[in-house]
């Protein structure tokens, strides 16, 4: 069974919404920083959000005001809530877990810090 595994992603149009969902197993989700990760086309990977277990939260400047992390421990599932989509927001979207031990998240979205990866739910957005 994979650790994390994405749900949620779709195409739509710009300025509409969707909610992207992270499910968890095999590893204490309450005790990890998580975060969200995209990869464009291209290639390029870019730190979109990231939650430690106090609830805080770091999210990238691109998407501030449109989009919002969230976690429910109970159900070990983690979201990612997107408003107001625009064109530059397609990508593969990844959930990730730090390592054991790393509840509190860096200050910087760094992809190198975490240790757990989804294989990925591809959003896609179109004028």
């Known amino acids: 069974q994979e650790p994390l595994v994405e749900s949620g992603g779709g195409s739509v149009h710009v300025g509409e919404s969707l909610t992207l969902s992270c499910v968890a197993s095999?590893?204490?989700?309450?005790?990890?920083?998580l975060g969200w990760f995209r990869q464009s086309s291209k290639g390029e990977r870019e730190g979109v959000a990231q939650?430690?277990?106090?609830?805080?939260?770091t999210i990238t400047e691109s998407v501030k005001g449109r989009f919002t992390i969230s976690r429910d421990n109970a159900k070990n599932t983690l979201y990612l809530e997107m408003n107001n989509l625009k064109s530059e927001d397609s990508g593969l979207y990844r959930c990730?877990?730090?390592?054991?031990?790393?509840?509190?998240?860096?200050?910087?979205?760094?992809?190198?810090?975490?240790?757990?990866w989804g294989q990925g739910t591809q959003v896609t957005v179109s004028s």
């Open positions: 990730a877990a730090r390592p054991s031990g790393y509840g509190w998240c860096d200050e910087q979205l760094g992809a190198t810090k975490f240790a757990v």
């Open positions: 095999g590893f204490p989700f309450d005790l990890r920083c």
């Open positions: 939650i430690d277990i106090g609830n805080l939260t």
